[in-house]
């Protein structure tokens, strides 16, 4: 089994930087060899993938976090992080660390709240 804490959420102005963090626990085998994403999901809105990291490092991003957000992983301490720069107002959600193993073993964080206002 493996369980998701994100944390590292909080209130930032308009421009500004947060990280967020996911600590897996479960056997390093697991988190080796697992597909690991951040999702977020506003009020009132359906949960987005925001960006992923497959078991291999390839990334992909939501068009509307390129060029700001940056996922990357550590295997050896089974964090998952995503370094959020140049934050807007419409950044603010409830951001989910996600784990997968296909077929179909998924995981999900309890989340963590970001809120971008000035």
């Known amino acids: 089994q493996v369980q998701l804490v994100e944390s590292g959420g909080g209130l930032v102005q308009p421009g500004g930087s947060l990280k967020l963090s996911c600590a897996a626990s479960?056997?390093?085998?697991?988190?080796?060899?697992?597909?690991m994403g951040w999702y977020r999901q506003a009020t009132g809105k359906q949960r987005l993938l925001v960006a992923s990291?497959?078991?291999?490092?390839?990334?992909t991003y939501a068009d509307s976090v390129k060029g700001r957000f940056t996922i990357s992983r550590d295997n050896a301490k089974k964090m998952v992080y995503l370094q959020m720069n140049s934050l807007k107002p419409e950044d603010t959600a409830v951001y989910y660390c996600?784990?997968?193993?296909?077929?179909?073993?998924?995981?999900w964080g309890q989340g963590t709240q970001v809120t971008v206002s000035s």
């Open positions: 479960g056997s390093i085998f697991n988190i080796y060899n697992m597909d």
């Open positions: 990291i497959t078991r291999n490092s390839k990334t």
């Open positions: 996600n784990a997968q193993s296909p077929p179909n073993y998924e995981r």
